[in-house]
DNA sequence: CCTATACTTTGATCTAAATCAAAAAATCAT
DNA sequence: ATGATTTTTTGATTTAGATCAAAGTATAGG
């Protein structure tokens, strides 16, 4: 079975009705490396599941590329302000590795939800959860040094050295690349 | 009627049965200025909703206190990472105005998700709200300047001058209050 | 295996904003 | 009103981390 069936049934239970229904509408897209899944500006339409590999999220500010953040497989990953919102999106997705994506648009799940409250249980809980992990990482994320920040980053994310480059993580966590050099040769 | 109830008619509308059961189990609640609703280390157990007032979230680091965010009427409040996930609270609540609060426990959203469909949908589109307004307003928060930051502050919240101190705007906006003063002085 | 490109480290300098300190202004209580 | 407390402003000094610059190191493609 997909990841992603197994990742909906982490929260609630669905019957096979349920699972031939969405198998039916998901899109499934191998993309390469780089590859773009959405561009900033544009209205991000979908919610992507990455069944394998690993995507990141940027911006430009000032002429630099920063990362949002780094998403490994079977995770979900989309613009939220641009999705719920249907407005411009501020930041691209792009992978980066080789990656097999699942993904449903906004539509579909309006319908998904309305059909099966058992859907409408499922978006609530996503919600919270991403909600949680908002709340947890930025607490308190202002007052910290660099090195806090990084050890913060790696306690919540342990894998990310193997996922993504210095400059990568360096932005995630909002300081320079050299700053985080420094950290990490102690 | 009360704005609890408009607020939440706001994103889906209930029938009377339902508007008498949440006014069954809600409680009422005046609160003093600087009276604490959730302390530091407790499990925040209750959404909050300001029917009236000013509250806001604040934590101690390196001994500093540290206002995260100031909720006016008509806005809901709770500590999610704690509420959500049943761990103790990283904030406390206080009210900075003598405050009208209604709210209702965990649990009994819990009952009223399971009851209602509608309301189960209400606690989607809330939580959707809640990501929405995370994700637009951390967007791109690292690599400001103290004024950036801080115009950000003011026009996603236009009339926090008149809701709180320079201290606690200062501190929402990671920055230290004389820096802040220094920028409203030009 | 070698060259090109990408990534990381190291060093020197600069700067925005923190910290420290005290004065001025506003608010509150008697 | 008048003194006490709280809040805000202003000035001098310090510092963490950015920026600039260059040298290593790794990775990939032909």
């Not at 499934?28 to 590859?35: A, P, S």
């Not at 809980?125 to 920040?149: H, N, P, Q, R, W």
């Not at 193997?162 to 040769?185: D, K, P, V, Y």
Request: net charge negative; glycine share 4%; with cysteine.
């Amino acid at each position: 079975m997909s990841s992603f069936l197994y990742y909906i049934q982490q929260y609630v239970s669905i019957s096979e009705e349920v699972k031939k229904e969405i198998l039916d509408l998901v899109l499934i897209e191998n993309v390469l490396k780089g590859d773009i899944l959405l561009e900033e500006g544009k209205i991000c339409k979908r919610i992507y599941f990455i069944e394998k590999g690993t995507v990141r999220t940027y911006f430009y500010q000032k002429g630099k590329d920063i990362t949002y953040w780094i998403y490994p497989d079977n995770s979900i990953v989309t613009s939220w302000h641009s999705y719920l919102r249907c407005k411009p999106a501020t930041e691209s997705i792009q992978a980066i590795e080789d990656t097999l994506i699942y993904s449903l648009t906004y539509d579909q799940w309006q319908e998904l939800y309305t059909k099966y409250n058992v859907l409408e249980r499922f978006g609530r809980l996503i919600m919270e959860e991403v909600v949680a992990l908002l709340d947890d990482f930025y607490k308190g994320y202002y007052f910290m040094s660099s090195k806090e920040k990084y050890e913060l980053l790696i306690s919540v994310f342990p894998d990310i050295t193997q996922r993504a480059n210095l400059g990568h993580i360096a932005s995630m966590i909002g300081i320079s690349q050299e700053t985080l050099s420094r950290i990490r040769g102690n």
